[in-house]
Nanobody, 115 residues
Framework: QVQLVESGGGLVQAGGALRLSCTASGVNFSIKAMHWYRQVPGKQREWVAGITPGGGTNYADSVKGRFTISRDNAKNTMYLQMGSLKPEDTAVYYC?????????WGQGTQVTVSS
């Protein structure tokens, strides 16, 4: 059974930094593209960043230059290093991958940025 588990969320002041982790099990992690999304209550889930199996990266314009996505295939783990955080970055952050059966999501981790 495939499982994605996020961690690293918390409360931080504006301008601060956090590093999120997403650890996968039950899947050949090294061959999977991985993504970070975020969601604010009452709004659609928003794509934040993605990373290919080979380490190629893409970012939403809203986080470009502030967030860095990376992966450690030996640890089956993806990261999101978030810097220069803003109150509008407050959300539940989810990791996601695509399996033949469809999209698989983690349970999410809350990030709260105070002004």
């Amino acid at each position: 059974q495939v499982q994605l588990v996020e961690s690293g969320g918390g409360l931080v002041q504006a301008g601060g930094a956090l590093r999120l982790s997403c650890t996968a099990s039950g899947v050949n992690f090294s061959i999977k593209a991985m993504h970070w999304y975020r969601q604010v209550p009452g709004k659609q889930r928003e794509w934040v960043a993605g990373i290919t199996p080979g380490g190629g990266t893409n970012y939403a314009d809203s986080v470009k230059g502030r967030f860095t996505i990376s992966r450690d295939n030996a640890k089956n783990t993806m990261y999101l290093q978030m810097g220069s955080l803003k109150p509008e970055d407050t959300a539940v952050y989810y990791c996601k991958t695509i399996l033949p059966s469809g999209a698989t999501w983690g349970q999410g981790t809350q990030v709260t940025v105070s002004s």
